[in-house]
């Protein structure tokens, strides 16, 4: 009911990994019940959103930018708005299983938001169901 995988990532953006997460699904081996989607890290976050046109996610960390102003912030590793965009985002989604696949709408996926890289992401992929 537990798989693990890692991501590299190239520098701050977002990664679509739905096709990872329906291969963990694949091994995990369940039809129906619930998938829980966990990224164990400070400075990079999981969210579900528009998978088919890449200038969402341009939109949606130049969004973030703007939410998050330098405040001369105090945390000595220098990486305070990844930090700040990483809580905003959240380290984890839920999905529904059916029929031994992740409910997503069409134009759904799974995206791992990297707000500090390049760094090696461990994503977790927990499942409960039958
Ligand atoms: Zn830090």
Same mark, same amino acid.
């Given at each position: 009911?537990?798989?693990?995988?890692?991501?590299?990532?190239?520098?701050?953006?977002?990664?679509?990994?739905?096709?990872?997460?329906?291969?963990?699904?694949?091994?995990?081996?369940?039809?129906?019940?619930?998938?829980?989607?966990?990224?164990?890290?400070?400075?990079?976050?999981?969210?579900?959103?528009?998978?088919?046109?890449?200038? !969402?996610?341009?939109?949606?960390?130049? *969004?973030?930018?703007? =939410?998050? &102003?330098?405040? /001369?912030?105090?945390?000595? $590793?220098?990486?305070?708005?990844?930090?700040?965009?990483?809580?905003?985002?959240?380290?984890? !989604?839920?999905?529904?299983?059916?029929? *031994?696949?992740?409910? =997503?709408? &069409?134009?759904? /996926?799974?995206?791992?938001? $990297?707000?500090?890289?390049?760094?090696?992401?461990?994503?977790?992929?927990?499942?409960?169901?039958?």
């Amino acid at each position: 009911m537990v798989q693990e995988f890692e991501v590299c990532t190239c520098e701050e953006g977002m990664v679509n990994i739905s096709e990872k997460i329906a291969d963990a699904l694949k091994k995990i081996g369940i039809r129906e019940g619930i998938c829980l989607i966990f990224v164990p890290h400070t400075t990079a976050g999981i969210t579900i959103n528009e998978a088919t046109d890449c200038d !969402v996610s341009k939109d949606i960390l130049a *969004g973030l930018d703007a =939410l998050t &102003p330098h405040l /001369g912030y105090k945390h000595a $590793e220098g990486n305070s708005l990844a930090h700040i965009k990483a809580s905003l985002i959240g380290s984890s !989604v839920t999905i529904p299983v059916t029929d *031994g696949k992740l409910y =997503l709408g &069409p134009w759904q /996926g799974v995206f791992l938001c $990297e707000f500090d890289g390049p760094r090696v992401r461990k994503i977790r992929v927990n499942c409960v169901g039958a």
